[in-house]
């Protein structure tokens, strides 16, 4: 197994309280996998990736359980080992390209110095492989884009170009968190596109975190579905997708426009928002939300039962009516 993750759980201390972003999660990654992490906004599947590479930012921090990648826990690593482990073991591309590359520095430059960093080549070296790879990137004029500066591509380059950086060094896992955020429909398909080929070249595993359900059963084998923290349904994606068993994951899907469905066929939003992770409800905490949710479901969180031939957290999933 290429990456374990075991009672994974990271809090924000504020001032107003300790925020629960991720807690008590665990899951595997094999070698070559597409897995998937899929959930609303604020659930927090982003942090779920930094965690993984041991950045979470400050006030947060991994407060317990383990994350261990091809033999090393990220969580308990010396700053030696966690460098061995960003990069060359795990790359990253980030939702806002915008964000996540520098503004004083070439597109080029950026490659470059993370293959001289990972890979050892010399600063020629480094720069000829940054303009094979914004060309493997599929971006035009390579050479003449390597010398550009992120305000000066487009909104579907730079997010070639951090996809770039982030397999520059040839990891064993990548992560994309929302890499088709923001893009038009033309070049969302692109990228993913992108990210399958690339996958299938450099034999890579693949963790995709989003909160669109297109995305997923397109790219994944397996799915995770995420809620104010914590699992609730995992399994094979296309099982998970057909018959939902969790009522958040049927929630998710009946908001989803389908093709075929009419022009007037009403989308079937989920009731209410995310609750603050800073007060969360008592027990289950989709429970407010849920068309089944009673007094039952206030005492603890469900535990990730097997249920049906996947994890499903809900103490009404016998209950459940598959859509």
Same mark, same amino acid.
């Given at each position: 197994?290429?990456?374990?993750?075991?009672?994974? #759980?990271?809090?924000?201390?504020?001032?107003? *309280?300790?925020?629960?972003? &991720?807690?008590?999660?665990?899951?595997?990654?094999?070698?070559?996998?597409?897995?998937?992490?899929?959930?609303?906004?604020? $659930? *927090?599947?982003?942090?779920?990736?930094?965690?993984?590479?041991?950045? +979470?930012?400050?006030?947060?921090?991994?407060?317990?359980?383990? +994350?261990?990648?091809?033999?090393?826990?990220?969580?308990?690593?010396?700053?030696?080992?966690?460098?061995?482990?960003?990069?060359?073991?795990?790359?990253?591309?980030?939702?806002?390209?915008?964000?996540?590359?520098?503004?004083?520095?070439?597109?080029?430059?950026?490659?470059?110095?993370?293959?001289?960093?990972?890979?050892?080549?010399?600063?020629?070296?480094?720069?000829?492989?940054?303009?094979?790879?914004?060309?493997?990137?599929?971006?035009?004029?390579?050479?003449?884009?390597?010398?550009?500066?992120?305000?000066?591509?487009?909104?579907?380059?730079?997010?070639?170009?951090?996809?770039?950086?982030?397999?520059?060094?040839?990891?064993?896992?990548?992560?994309?968190?929302?890499?088709?955020?923001?893009?038009?429909?033309?070049?969302?398909?692109?990228?993913?596109?992108?990210?399958?080929?690339?996958?299938?070249?450099?034999?890579? !595993?693949?963790?995709?975190?989003?909160?669109?359900?297109?995305? &997923?059963?397109?790219?994944?084998?397996?799915?995770?579905?995420?809620?104010?923290?914590?699992?609730?349904?995992?399994?094979?994606?296309?099982?998970?997708?057909?018959?939902?068993?969790?009522?958040?994951?049927?929630?998710?899907?009946?908001?989803?426009?389908?093709?075929?469905?009419?022009?007037? #066929?009403?989308?079937?939003?989920?009731? *209410?928002? +995310?609750?603050?992770?800073?007060?969360?409800?008592?027990?289950?905490?989709?429970?407010?939300?849920?068309?089944?949710?009673?007094?039952?479901?206030?005492?603890?969180?469900?535990?990730?039962? !097997? &249920?049906?031939?996947?994890?499903?957290? $809900?103490?009404?999933?016998?209950?459940? &009516?598959?859509?």
């Amino acid at each position: 197994m290429l990456l374990q993750v075991r009672d994974l #759980a990271a809090y924000f201390f504020l001032d107003e *309280g300790v925020l629960k972003a &991720v807690d008590g999660l665990s899951f595997d990654v094999d070698a070559g996998e597409t897995v998937a992490l899929v959930g609303e906004s604020g $659930c *927090g599947k982003t942090i779920v990736a930094l965690s993984l590479l041991g950045v +979470v930012p400050a006030p947060g921090r991994v407060v317990g359980g383990s +994350v261990r990648f091809d033999g090393v826990d990220v969580v308990r690593a010396s700053p030696a080992e966690l460098r061995r482990v960003r990069g060359a073991g795990i790359g990253i591309v980030f939702q806002e390209p915008g964000a996540a590359l520098n503004p004083v520095h070439t597109v080029g430059r950026q490659i470059a110095d993370v293959v001289q960093l990972h890979r050892g080549l010399s600063r020629r070296e480094a720069d000829a492989e940054a303009v094979r790879l914004l060309g493997e990137m599929e971006i035009p004029e390579p050479e003449k884009r390597a010398k550009a500066y992120p305000h000066e591509l487009s909104g579907g380059m730079r997010q070639r170009a951090t996809i770039a950086i982030a397999v520059s060094a040839r990891p064993r896992l990548l992560i994309a968190d929302e890499p088709t955020t923001a893009l038009d429909v033309t070049i969302q398909r692109e990228i993913l596109e992108l990210l399958a080929h690339l996958q299938q070249d450099f034999g890579m !595993s693949l963790l995709i975190i989003t909160h669109d359900i297109g995305v &997923v059963e397109e790219m994944a084998r397996r799915v995770m579905v995420m809620y104010a923290g914590k699992l609730v349904e995992v399994g094979e994606a296309e099982r998970v997708f057909r018959e939902p068993k969790h009522p958040y994951t049927q929630g998710l899907l009946r908001s989803v426009p389908r093709l075929g469905s009419g022009r007037k #066929a009403p989308l079937e939003g989920i009731p *209410g928002v +995310v609750p603050d992770l800073l007060a969360l409800p008592p027990g289950c905490s989709f429970h407010p939300r849920c068309p089944l949710g009673d007094a039952s479901c206030t005492f603890e969180f469900p535990p990730l039962e !097997s &249920v049906a031939g996947r994890l499903c957290a $809900c103490y009404k999933v016998h209950d459940v &009516v598959t859509i």
